[in-house]
């Protein structure tokens, strides 16, 4: 998350077996009569935006065996599916080719959707209180976990303590995800049971915060947050099936008809390959392979994998934290934290290592990199590698690509890179972005259209749960670089902002082309994959602060309605 999840409480509450994981995943939507296979469907809207340029609006589209069957007029369509069809109306929607969040964790937002959710908390008491009113879910064991919390949201502004939470919890071990899953903030019961002291070293590519004493003051950075792990106790098979179940439901509701899953563990992908194998996978995924973890082994002896809706053709390593919690690796010290340059999670030659064996099997290389030195280091790595290996076809991606220099911004886009981004966090880190890196850094950060221009495939996503899945709230942020008050007026950084239609086309094509798949959808036309997703707004031509307010309306999956608004 923004990006790892290595550890965080995605990986702890979702450590996902294959036993006993025959949980229901979401089914067709009822409508108006039940599709027949082999029958053609034909879905009427106001407006079909195709992204075709061949045809590019159309009012109708007829989808057979989970193909699109013909696009155009309602006339056209009728005439070429003959009297048979099966005929969805949709009145006033807007219908867009399927939209894919390009960086999100699934087992992140099963833990986030049953932990206590700590987003927008404004005070310590604030999470002292949700705490107080935790759900049976939000605990692992005696465990009671929770994520979301942002120092920077309180008036302190500084990083909290494990005495902030000892009062109120004396007894009961707490782990609480900071937003960014690059921090976790423990209390003094779960520091103990983690045996986390004065004397425990900080490791490689972490840090234990400590107080004046020396003595740990309940916040682990990054690696660090990995000596909380073999504390905490499994969940039940149930569980973590149940867990994952709510997660795809959801993306399907928020409109979502795939995910790239930004580093995968073993135990989840298993899962999926079963449900994929049994036709009730939900949604398409686009699986990175998790390769920080020793999972990496079995990944690598394993090689891509492609199934129905399941695939795995890509690999993702994270070089450094995040910009929130100071961890992003920075080529000069932080304007607000003299000496210190963020952390390099791997060593550049264990990254170079990895690198290559997973190229060398094949795999596509994603890599987290928020800092401009782990930028840096990224591109002098993949593009050495290509040129030892003459593999230049790779599409590798640079996920979140946040802070740049001019010139790798430039190379990035020479060297046929994916900057795979996240416009949300452009909204979410604007009201302190620019206290971490200054005044002159920050004209290379979260600078969509200096990447465009320099060849960049823009992909957009949202590095759910740290942000909300929702794509409507993407689409906006990209358009606007506003909150949603409409804050700051004309938006951050201004000139970095995306049309409309780029919006639409980095859920979308860029997607599709990001993970090979450019050929069978991201638009809507005779013979590619039926997804798409009808919304009440056009997310192109209607006003930014509709989308606000807009509603999905229906998701569709290789022809399978997975999510219907209406539906009972």
């Given at each position: 998350m923004r990006g790892r999840l290595g550890w965080t409480l995605g990986a702890l509450l979702l450590l996902v077996g294959t036993a006993?994981?025959?949980?229901r995943v979401p089914e067709a939507a009822a409508s108006e009569q039940p599709a027949v296979p082999?029958?053609?469907?034909?879905?009427?809207?106001?407006?079909?935006?195709?992204?075709?340029?061949?045809?590019?609006?159309?009012?109708?589209?007829?989808?057979?065996?989970?193909?699109?069957?013909?696009?155009?007029?309602?006339?056209?369509?009728?005439?070429?599916?003959?009297p048979t069809a099966r005929v969805v109306e949709l009145g006033d929607a807007t219908v867009v080719p399927g939209l894919t969040d390009s960086h999100g964790h699934l087992a992140g937002l099963a833990s986030a959707l049953v932990g206590v959710r700590l987003e927008g908390t404004a005070t310590r008491d604030e999470?002292?209180?949700?705490?107080?009113?935790?759900?049976?879910?939000?605990?692992?064991?005696?465990?009671?976990?929770?994520?979301?919390?942002?120092?920077?949201?309180?008036?302190?502004?500084?990083?909290?303590?494990?005495?902030?939470?000892?009062?109120?919890?004396?007894?009961?071990?707490?782990?609480?995800?900071?937003?960014?899953?690059?921090?976790?903030?423990?209390?003094?019961?779960?520091?103990?049971?983690?045996r986390i002291d004065r004397n425990t070293k900080d490791p490689r590519g972490g840090r234990i915060l400590r107080g004046p004493d020396g003595e740990p003051t309940g916040v682990l950075v990054d690696n660090a947050m990995d000596l909380a792990a073999s504390a905490l106790p499994a969940p039940?098979?149930?569980?973590?099936?149940?867990?994952?179940?709510?997660?795809?439901?959801?993306?399907?509701?928020?409109?979502?008809?795939?995910?790239?899953?930004a580093g995968m563990d073993l135990r989840t992908f298993r899962l999926l390959q079963d449900w994929d194998k049994a036709g009730t996978l939900p949604l398409r995924i686009y699986a990175m392979a998790d390769g920080q973890t020793a999972d990496r082994e079995q990944y690598l002896k394993d090689g891509p994998f492609q199934g129905k809706l399941l695939t795995m053709?890509?690999?993702?390593?994270?070089?450094?934290?995040?910009?929130?919690?100071?961890?992003?690796?920075?080529?000069?010290?932080?304007?607000?934290?003299?000496?210190?340059?963020?952390?390099?999670?791997?060593?550049?030659?264990?990254?170079?290592?990895?690198?290559?064996?997973?190229?060398?099997?094949?795999f596509q290389v994603a890599t987290h990199a928020i800092g401009d030195r782990a930028n840096t280091l990224v591109l002098d790595t993949l593009l050495h590698e290509m040129e030892?290996?003459?593999?230049?076809?790779?599409?590798?991606?640079?996920?979140?690509?946040?802070?740049?220099?001019?010139?790798?911004i430039a190379r990035l886009g020479a060297n046929g890179f994916v900057a795979s981004v996240q416009p949300t966090h452009a909204t979410s880190d604007m009201p302190w972005a620019q206290t971490r890196v200054g005044p002159e850094r920050i004209h290379g950060a979260y600078a969509w259209q200096k990447l465009k221009a320099a060849g960049a495939v823009l992909t957009l996503g949202s590095d759910f749960p740290v942000e909300r899945p929702d794509v409507l709230a993407g689409l906006y942020a990209a358009r606007t670089r506003q909150d949603a008050s409409g804050q700051p007026p004309g938006g951050w950084q201004p000139d970095q902002r995306l049309s409309g239609m780029e919006a639409l086309e980095g859920f979308t094509v860029g997607a599709a082309y990001a993970s090979f798949a450019e050929d069978r959808r991201g638009r809507l036309k005779q013979g590619q994959d039926a997804d798409f997703v009808a919304l009440s707004v056009d997310p192109v031509d209607a006003p930014p602060a509709d989308l606000l307010t807009a509603q999905v309306r229906m998701t569709v999956v290789a022809g399978r309605e997975v999510f219907r608004a209406d539906a009972k």
């Open positions: 006993g994981c025959s949980k082999g029958v053609p469907t034909v879905y009427v809207a106001k407006r079909i935006r195709t992204l075709d340029a061949a045809r590019p609006e159309a009012q109708a589209l007829a989808v057979r065996d989970g193909k699109v069957l013909a696009v155009g007029t309602r006339e056209e369509v009728l005439a070429a599916v003959g999470v002292r209180d949700r705490l107080s009113k935790a759900p049976p879910t939000a605990y692992q064991g005696e465990w009671l976990l929770g994520q979301g919390w942002d120092q920077n949201h309180w008036p302190e502004k500084a990083f909290p303590t494990h005495a902030d939470l000892d009062a109120a919890f004396p007894r009961t071990p707490v782990a609480l995800g900071r937003v960014d899953g690059h921090a976790l903030w423990l209390n003094s019961e779960a520091l103990r049971r983690a039940t098979d149930a569980q973590r099936a149940a867990r994952l179940t709510a997660a795809l439901e959801h993306c399907a509701r928020v409109g979502l008809t795939g995910v790239h899953d053709r890509a690999v993702k390593l994270t070089l450094d934290g995040a910009l929130g919690s100071r961890g992003a690796a920075l080529h000069a010290a932080y304007s607000d934290e003299p000496g210190h340059q963020g952390l390099l999670l791997l060593s550049p030659e264990e990254y170079a290592a990895r690198v290559h064996a997973f190229v060398a099997r094949g030892a290996t003459g593999k230049k076809d790779g599409r590798h991606r640079v996920e979140h690509a946040q802070i740049m220099t001019e010139q790798d």
